[in-house]
């Protein structure tokens, strides 16, 4: 079926740097998508939301861009700190978001170093 | 939102046996969904539960082998039935925060370990 994806399975930066996680999605009817944090023991955690109607959508110290033509949804993380040291997974699901299951991508490990 | 609540958090299991997770929820909701992930992996959707109704399954994922109940809109498990060590993984509820919102809560999740 279709799948979500990741360019980077890892990502290593400098504390105070700006973090570029990127998703690569397959299912063209896709549109709603959503970028989850998960720390090492815990749920993952809801960090920002786009709509396939938007390019683009910023949220405190984050912004998530959304690429329709080519497929691709990316994570920015300004002036990361080592708190944001986690898995970050995309997800997207054709129905609007509303009360339908999401599909998540495999994940990128993002480790900030001080 | 949603405050969710697992137990277990942790278990060691042995080969054979099987285990129910519970899952409990601070509102009514209508669907809850259980997903897994493996050691290292993404997560993977189980199973939808609805209240009143028998849960939906995704590929891969059959009654017998997990089967869940959802007897009221706060609560559900999962059972992980005749386990094996490839069913050693992190097993998580899930549930929207609202109906016009795509905000999916989780779970703590379970992390259940099979010698």
């Known amino acids: 079926g279709e799948s979500v994806g990741l360019h980077l399975p890892t990502l290593s930066v400098q504390e105070g740097d700006n973090s570029i996680i990127n998703c690569a999605y397959s299912n063209s009817a896709s549109d709603y998508f959503i970028w989850y944090k998960q720390e090492s023991g815990k749920g993952p955690q809801f960090i920002i939301d786009i709509r396939s109607n938007m390019d683009k959508r910023q949220g405190q110290r984050v912004t998530v861009l959304l690429n329709k033509t080519v497929k691709h949804l990316s994570l920015q993380i300004a002036a990361t700190q080592p708190g944001d040291s986690a898995v970050y997974f995309c997800?997207?699901?054709?129905?609007?978001?509303?009360?339908?299951?999401?599909?998540f991508g495999k994940g990128t490990l993002l480790t900030v170093n001080p | 939102s949603a405050v969710i609540s697992q137990k277990p958090s942790r278990d060691i299991c042995q080969r054979g046996t099987s285990l129910t997770i519970q899952c409990q929820v601070d509102?009514?909701?209508?669907?809850m969904f259980w997903y897994r992930q493996q050691p290292g992996q993404s997560l993977t959707l189980i199973a939808t539960a609805n209240q009143g109704s028998e849960a939906t399954y995704e590929s891969g994922f059959v009654i017998d082998k997990f089967p869940i109940s959802r007897p009221n809109l706060t609560f559900s498990t999962l059972t992980v039935s005749n386990m094996s060590p490839e069913d050693s993984s992190i097993y998580l509820c899930?549930?929207?925060?609202?109906?016009?919102?795509?905000?999916?809560?989780f779970g703590e999740g379970s992390r259940l370990t099979v010698l």
């Open positions: 899930s549930v929207y925060g609202g109906v016009n919102t795509g905000e999916l809560f």
């Open positions: 997800a997207e699901n054709e129905h609007g978001g509303s009360n339908y299951k999401l599909t």
């Open positions: 509102s009514q909701v209508t669907m």
